[in-house]
Structures are given as structure tokens and as C-alpha cells.
């Protein structure tokens, strides 16, 4: 047991405050794992909707940081007037 589950609670409980809140799980199942990681989905599903996001492996995620980062750096530079 990981603590997916409890993170999935409190986020139920941050979604009443926050309704567009989103929580991304980065990675996938190990071994053999994967009917875990399907329960964890479901109760996620079950919980709170489409507020869990389930990206795969990290190399997706670095793909996002990546971009994310330059938006954060386009952003910045158009708020101090350049670019």
C-alpha cells in the first residue's frame, strides 16, 4: 500500500473548496501490480471524477515539465514587457 487511496481522500476534501483542482499521477503499474493500479484508477474515478489524472512513465512527465517550462518563461518575459 502506497497511500494512493488517502491522497485520492484529501483530495476530495480539497475539491469542495477547489472544484477545478487536479492531482497527476506520474508512472505506472510494477510487476505484477496492475490490478492495483486498475483499483486505484476506479476509486479515483469513484471519488472524485476526472480530478485524477494518470500520465503513464516518466518520460511523458518530463515532456510536461519541459513545456511547462517554457511557458513559465514566455509568461514572465511578456509580465516584465519583453518578448
Not at 8 to 20: E, N, S, T
Not at 29 to 38: I, L
Not at 56 to 73: A, E, N, P, Q, T
Amino acid at each position: 500500500m502506497k497511500g494512493h487511496e488517502d491522497l485520492i481522500d484529501a483530495l476530495a476534501i480539497v475539491k469542495q473548496r477547489i472544484p477545478g483542482v487536479k492531482c497527476v499521477f506520474v508512472g505506472g503499474p510494477w510487476g505484477n501490480a496492475q490490478h492495483y493500479f486498475e483499483q486505484v484508477q476506479a476509486y479515483a474515478r469513484h471519488k472524485v471524477g476526472d480530478a485524477c489524472v494518470f500520465w503513464g512513465y516518466v518520460m511523458m512527465f518530463l515532456h510536461f515539465i519541459r513545456s511547462s517550462i517554457w511557458l513559465y518563461i514566455r509568461l514572465i518575459q511578456k509580465m516584465l514587457g519583453g518578448g
